[in-house]
Each structure stands twice: as structure tokens, then as C-alpha cells.
């Protein structure tokens, strides 16, 4: 990954290949944002009427780069636009830094170093550029061979170095060292996502899940599939059977010895869904390798708890199967018992997330942890309903869902609460079974949360984010998301962790 560093140079004697400036939409035209001082007086002071010569305008995103003027040491300067000035008094806001830093560095591909001269008033400011920076230099090229033209392998950017960062201070090394163990994690789950599932199946994935404990010093627990079978899994066992690579449940946890709460996350990892015998038809199958994305963020941020010695126990379940339909199969119709003892009608094998997640919902509720939370690519329903950017919040219990939301607002990540209407639940009455895997179409994503609710030990807060629709970016990338896996509601979980250890919830 590109490597971080903060550094007091000013942005006129940074050595590097190029030095980033912020500009913004202000009511006359481009402003040149703080930070970008000295390189505004190379220019004469005239940066911003430069600037709009080359047609620059200051919106979000947009990206200029020129040769230096005389007195700067980075022979470029790259211009990236903030979006709207902020008005006079107010900062930059955090998401607009760490989305400019991140086109930024995606323009710097291919570059071995550039300073980052964006304003950073505090070290939240300078963590969100670090953390901008590092997740727009990702790029997956682990399948691209060295060859010219647009597929070869392009190296990311080698090294960002913030400046105007107090490199001394310790709320500034704090802030940057957490950003980059953060980072860290975000891209590991991006990799995991975007790792086809030739080369990811539930096996391969607990393996990555073991030698990552081996590491980082977590407890890891696999069951196989013999285990799973013995101990009645019937949820996971029922998705996985059509499979070749048959399911696994692991149980990775980061225990602190002074921790006094425990917080369990439960991950979809669906490492393909195929939709099994009620298959998906050609056309909403080619991204199901993303249907692991709930477990690969589970993942991440139970790592990234350990690597940051957060005072709390968290403990990350991953339901792991493959959706394959073949003769050995659940056939719709057929009836599952579950881990909790429910049976379950199958109606549809298409909705096996809910049948994986109830599994580990019910075996995260025996440890009675302080609250339960799921992330999971579970329904189409959540995507028609908040598109591409937002996730889902449903949750048993109204404040910890508000808490959720707020919690993701604030780390840049965009979210929406959504209801738990109980008339839904009769929809997914079974003639022959306690409940069935599939009700009513209209509320698809709400219904789905419903069925999950009835897994969840009594007395537990628990929430659910539908990830669906933000976990994999098909479009161009933008800010710091890249096309791909993105990573996906691990910051909201880490902040969660955070926020437990702090004893600010609950
Ligand atoms: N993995 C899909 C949901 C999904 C859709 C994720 C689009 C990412 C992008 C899930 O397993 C699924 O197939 N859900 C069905 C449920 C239905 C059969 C009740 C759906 O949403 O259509
Ligand atoms: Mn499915
Ligand atoms: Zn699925």
C-alpha cells in the first residue's frame, strides 16, 4: 500500500514528484483553500486566476494539474477541487478532504511521492486526507499481467506525505497511525471483494481469516463443515450443500483485558451467489463475487480493532458458503431446521443470506454480547430503494439504529434508517414450516430484516446493515472509491468499536 508519512516541510520545499492544493467553489470563482499559501505566492498570488484559466472551477472532484512556478521544489502542482467553499468561519468538512485527497491520489498513479498541502486545521482533518489519500491510490491488480495499453498494472501512488500536519503532535501521529491502520483493513477488504471466486471460497477465506489472527494476535475458531453438520447448522449447511467448497462459520475475536463491553458483528460471506436452483439469470450474476462483502468488512474491522488495541471485546462471526445449484442442492421447498431449532421453508434459494446470517445471529446471541450488529449484501429491495451510496439501518432497538446512523455520518460513510413494520412478518407465514425464507416482494429489503430479527437472542440490540447497494462500485471511480469492492461500512463499524470502548453507547 502507499506508504504515509506527515511531514513539516511547507508546500513550497516538500521534495516530491507533485504537491496537491485544494480549490473551491466560492460566490466570485475559484478559492484557493489554506494550506496551499506558499504555492499560491510561487504563482504570485495569481493561483486562482490560473486556475480558472485552465478551466478550473473548484467542484468536488475535478482535478488540474501544472507545471510549478519558480520557488517550489515539486516540480507539479495538482489542483483538486473541494467542492463549495465552506461558509466564512467554517472548516472544510472531513468527507469533502478525504474525497478531494482521494481523487488526488488516484490522479497520482504512477508517482512515487506527493505532499499534501489541503487544510488540515485539526488531526481529524489530517486523519480524513490520510485516510482519502490511501484508499484513492488502491487499485486490485493481482490479475493484470505486465503488458502496455489500458490493462497494464499501473503502480499506485508510492508515498503521501501530509503537510501542515504537526507531525510531533501526539493527536496528529495518533490520528495518522490509526488512518493508516484503517486504511490497511479497508483495502484488505477490497481485495477479499474483489478476488474472483475461483480463488475465494469459504475455505480459502477462513484461511486469510487465520493467518491475519496469526498476525495481528486474535483468537480464531473454524468450524469445517463436519462441525457445522454436528452442531445443526442447517442455514449454513442448507446453502452451502450445493457447493463443491462446502461452508464454514469462523469466529474471530480481539479481547482487551480491561474491556467491560462486547460487541459481535456477523458477516454475510456469500463467496458466490449464483441464486442456486432458483438461479439469478445472466445479467445479476457477473458481481455476486461481492456477496461476501458483509464478512470481509466483519473482518476488517475486527482486525483493525486489535491493531488499534481498542478497550472492548470484539468478536466477528463469518457466515461462509457458496450458492451453487447441483443435485445436491436445496430445492425450493424443501424445509431446513436451523441452529436455533426453527425450521425454515425454503421458497426461494436465492435468499440464502438470511439463511447463513440466522445461523450466526443465534450462535453470536449464546455468548450474550453487549449488542449484536450484521453487515450483509442481502437484498435488491435496499438498493431500488436508497441506490448506490447508502446502506440500510434496521435494528430491534430505534436509539442504537439512530446512534448507527450518526455514528456513520460522521466517518464519511452514507447510510439511511429504514423501518421494521410487523404486518411484513405474516407474509413469510409457511404452511409447513415455523417460518419461510421469502414474503412479500414490496419491502423486500424490510422483510429480509424481519426474518433476521426472529435469530436474535431475546433481550439483545441488535442491527442490521443492508450493504447491497454500496459494497461494489460498477460505475467510474469517484473521490476515494474505486470501481470494485469499496470496504463498505467498516469505518462505521470501527467508530462503533470505538464508541463501545468509550462507553458512549448503551
Ligand atoms: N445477494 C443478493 C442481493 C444482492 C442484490 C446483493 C444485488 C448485491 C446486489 C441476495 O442473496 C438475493 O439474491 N436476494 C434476493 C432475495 C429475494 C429472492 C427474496 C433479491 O434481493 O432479489
Ligand atoms: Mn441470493
Ligand atoms: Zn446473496
Known amino acids: 500500500m502507499t506508504a504515509l508519512t506527515l511531514s513539516t516541510s511547507s508546500a513550497a520545499t516538500v521534495r516530491a514528484d507533485a504537491v496537491v492544493v485544494g480549490v473551491a467553489k466560492g460566490a466570485k470563482g475559484v478559492v ?8 499560491d505566492k510561487a504563482f504570485g498570488g495569481k493561483l486562482a486566476a490560473v486556475l480558472e484559466t485552465l478551466g478550473a472551477s473548484g467542484a468536488e472532484g475535478e482535478v488540474t494539474k501544472l507545471p510549478a512556478a519558480d520557488g517550489l521544489k515539486a516540480p507539479v502542482v495538482l489542483a483538486v477541487g473541494l467542492g463549495d467553499a465552506p461558509a466564512k468561519g467554517d472548516g472544510y468538512d472531513n468527507e469533502a478532504l478525504r474525497r478531494a485527497a482521494g481523487s488526488a491520489a488516484r490522479a497520482l498513479s504512477g508517482t512515487k511521492k506527493a505532499g499534501f498541502a489541503l487544510p488540515v486545521e485539526d488531526a481529524e482533518a489530517a486523519a480524513a486526507v490520510s485516510e482519502g489519500a490511501l484508499l484513492g491510490a488502491y487499485a486490485f491488480t493481482t490479475y493484470r499481467s505486465n503488458g502496455n495499453g489500458k490493462n497494464a498494472k499501473s503502480a499506485p501512488l508510492g508515498e503521501a506525505t501530509i503537510l501542515g500536519g504537526k ?19 479497508i483495502n484488505r477488504a477490497r481485495d477479499l471483494i474483489n478476488t474472483p471466486s475461483n480463488d475465494l471460497d469459504p475455505k480459502s477465506f477462513a484461511a486469510h481469516a487465520q493467518a491475519a489472527a496469526k498476525e495481528f494476535g486474535l483468537k480464531v475458531e473454524v468450524l469445517d463443515e463436519k462441525a457445522l453438520k454436528k452442531g445443526g447448522y442447517g442455514g449454513l449447511m442448507g446453502v452451502g450443500q450445493g457447493s463443491e467448497t462446502p461452508p464454514r462459520l469462523v469466529r474471530i475475536a480481539h479481547t482487551h483485558p480491561k474491556a467491560d463491553r462486547t460487541l459481535a458483528l456477523v458477516g454475510k460471506g456469500i463467496t458466490y451467489d449464483s441464486g442456486g436452483i432458483s438461479l439469478k439469470p445472466a445479467g445479476h450474476n457477473e458481481t455476486m463475487k461481492c456477496d461476501m462483502s458483509g464478512a470481509a468488512a466483519v473482518f476488517a474491522a475486527v482486525v483493525a480493532a486489535a491493531r488499534l488495541g481498542l478497550q472492548v471485546n470484539v468478536t466477528g462471526w463469518l457466515a461462509l458458503a457458496e450458492n451453487m445449484p447441483s443435485g ?28 447463513v446470517l440466522a445461523d450466526a445471529l443465534t450462535r453470536a446471541s449464546e455468548e450474550t454480547p453487549d449488542a449484536i450488529v450484521d453487515v450483509a449484501t442481502l437484498t435488491g429491495a435496499m438498493v431500488l430503494a436508497l441506490g448506490h451510496r447508502h446502506f440500510g439501518i434496521m435494528s430491534n432497538d430505534d436509539a442504537f ?16 434508517p429504514m423501518p421494521m413494520p410487523v404486518h411484513l412478518r405474516k407474509g413469510m407465514d409457511s404452511p409447513v414450516a415455523d417460518i419461510a425464507n421469502m414474503g412479500e416482494r414490496m419491502g423486500g429489503g424490510l422483510v429480509a430484516g424481519l426474518f433476521l430479527k426472529e435469530f436474535v437472542g431475546e433481550g439483545i440490540t441488535w442491527a442490521h446493515l443492508d450493504i447491497a447497494g454500496p459494497a ?35
Do not use: C
Not at 484557493?32 to 504555492?39: F, K, M, R, S, Y
Not at 469492492?485 to 470505538?498: D, F, I, K
Open 32 to 39: 484557493v483553500a489554506p494550506g496551499a499559501e506558499a504555492v
Open 167 to 185: 507531525p510531533r503532535d501526539k493527536e496528529f501521529k495518533a490520528a495518522a497511525e490509526r488512518s493508516v491502520a484503517l486504511a490497511e483493513e
Open 328 to 355: 445436491s442442492a436445496t430445492r425450493p421447498g424443501d424445509v431446513l431446521t436451523m441452529y436455533s431449532g426453527k425450521t425454515v421453508e425454503v421458497l426461494n434459494t436465492d435468499a440464502e443470506g438470511r439463511l
Open 401 to 416: 439504529r439512530t446512534s448507527i446512523h450518526e455514528i456513520a455520518e460522521e466517518v464519511g460513510e452514507q447510510s439511511w
Open 472 to 506: 461494489f462500485h460498477e460505475g467510474a471511480p469517484w473521490g476515494y472509491t474505486p470501481k470494485g469492492g469499496t470496504g463498505s461500512a467498516v469505518r462505521t463499524l470501527v467508530r462503533l468499536a470505538e464508541r463501545t470502548a468509550a462507553g458512549d453507547l448503551g
